[in-house]
């Protein structure tokens, strides 16, 4: 049973960095991407930033490039976002994904996900 479980979230100021972690477990997911993806009151739930686990390749939104990076642990099985110079429109539910795409590209589509975390909240004070 594949479960993805985040933790990291809280209450920060604008300006300030989180690292978001996601434990992955279950199975092996060298044949996997990993997603996080955000989710603000009355809004879709978008793509932040992914990673494809076997080849380490990136896709960010443009409206976080430059300010966060994903990367992978493969001792850990954990996934990181590293959110630096928060803004409050940062603010929302970050959740962990993982999408079985073997050596393609991470989908930035949720319906391309297999699987999900419970999410952590992210709230960025002005």
């Known amino acids: 049973q594949v479960q993805l479980v985040e933790s990291g979230g809280g209450l920060v100021q604008a300006g300030d960095s989180l690292r978001l972690s996601c434990a992955a477990s279950?199975?092996?997911?060298?044949?996997?991407?990993m997603g996080w993806f955000r989710q603000a009151p009355g809004k879709e739930r978008d793509i932040v930033a992914a990673i494809n686990w076997s080849t380490g390749s990136t896709y960010y939104a443009d409206s976080v490039k430059g300010r966060f990076t994903i990367s992978r642990d493969n001792a850990k099985n954990t996934v990181y976002l590293q959110m630096n110079s928060l803004k409050p429109e940062d603010t929302a539910v970050y959740y962990c994904?993982?999408?079985?795409?073997?050596?393609?590209?991470?989908?930035?589509?949720?319906?391309?996900?297999?699987?999900w975390g419970q999410g952590t909240q992210v709230t960025v004070s002005s």
């Open positions: 279950g199975r092996t997911f060298s044949s996997y991407a």
């Open positions: 994904a993982a999408a079985r795409v073997g050596w393609g590209r991470a989908p930035v589509a949720s319906s391309g996900y297999d699987y």
